[in-house]
């Protein structure tokens, strides 16, 4: 049986040892803080999920019945909390452990990773892995754009941000509208504060219920096709909602479908925008002390910025050059699993299909599952399995992506690891060039 290292205890880690260790595997997961459960700690107090509680779970682990549909942050942190309890997880957990470096052990002529990899955390030397499964998320290193001049205000990113209290002033400029722009600005605007929120493109908005439940719930809509479930959603949302001119100040999408741009899934947002508690505006042109300068001509002053504008991919563990990517984004097969230019590396979450999130780690350890199995079959040095990925599909760059599409790159992937069970020879890492 394989040694495997796993690095973060935040979902995707937890869903990656409770898949390995039933194997048999020797698994060791390193956690940086001294909790599971990752940015669910630390997120903003008004988080809710934003998909129903009954699509939104571990397998064969239900969130609690008595929890509404969409569960709110210190729900969802104590139903994951109870997952690693009720599967016995933290055993296999190394707490306030932080992965410094991880590299790929010399392998003479063989791919890059083939002879494992060595695993240096802040307690030392942890000897050498035949896996390196990595689950440290992609919600943790926060992007902030850089804007010319100087903010002489509150100014904090929205990983920062926990409640009102953070602010300073009355006047507050959120920037960004995805998922937890429009959460703060709304946030802001329930507590009676002047919310301002920055939306540079048009974002298609849509409702969290459709007919009174979750819109993952709504029994009919499965049965149409992505393409056609796009539409109804997009028609429904016309009908709940209305387009984007009548809210003052929203741009139109660019894309005319859901798959073919920016979806966020709010309508409170707009339901403050027309009682007059938020207001949009374009993007930032700079900075003069507490007076920010649009776009379109105009300027306001704020007393707080708060930045909802996304993370960076952030591996700091692995060498910068290692792989292939732009951006600080690895290239990857496999539904986002394997990595391009680099042996038994696997990563588990680092891929966001637009839908429920936590059963995705399930579905990619699984698969990790069995590209160990055929790593262990193909002899010691395993066989050029990314490498056969890298040449049989498309590689993605994409961390939000479609879920249908995302679901078809897993059938691709599947349908390949059982060609390979059948005839692995072709590609074992000792004749396969890198």
Known sequence: MARICIIGAGAAGLSAIAQLRPAGHDVECFEKTDRVGGHWHTDYEALHLITARDATHFEDFPMPADYPHFPRRDQVRRYIESYADHADLRRSIAFSTEVLS??????????????????????????????????????????????????????????????????????????????????????VAQHRLEADVVVRKGIHFQPKMYFGVPRQQVPWLSEYTAAEQDLLARLLAKVAIGPNSAYPGLPEPESHDLAGGATTVNDLLLYWIQHGRVTVRPGIERFDGKTVHFSDGTSAEYDSIVYATGFDVALPFLDADLLAGEAGVPRRYAGGILPEGAEK??????????????????????????????????????????????????????????????????????????????????????????
């Not at 902030?144 to 300073?168: K, M, Q, R, W």
């Open 102 to 187: 991880a590299e790929p052990v010399p392998a003479g002529d063989a791919p890059v990773g083939s002879a494992g990899w060595r695993v240096v955390t802040s307690r030392g030397d942890e000897g050498v892995f035949d896996a390196l499964v990595v689950a440290n998320g992609h919600l943790w290193s926060p992007r902030i754009p850089e804007v010319p001049g100087t903010f002489t205000g509150t100014a904090l990113h929205s990983s920062e941000y926990d409640n009102v209290g953070d602010l300073e002033g009355n006047r507050v400029l959120v920037v960004g509208a995805g998922n937890s722009g429009c959460d703060i600005a709304v946030d």
């Open 345 to 434: 590396l696997y990563f588990v979450g680092l891929i966001a299909p637009r839908g429920p999130q936590i059963p995705i780690y399930g579905v990619q350890s699984k698969l990790v599952l069995d590209m160990i199995a055929l790593q262990e079959q193909a002899g010691p040095l395993g066989m050029a399995l990314a490498n056969y990925f890298s040449v049989m599909q498309e590689a993605e760059l994409r961390i939000d992506i479609v879920r249908a599409i995302w679901e078809e790159q897993m059938r691709d992937t599947e349908r390949l690891l059982r060609s390979l069970a059948a005839t692995p020879a072709p590609v074992a890492a000792g004749s396969a060039g890198n």
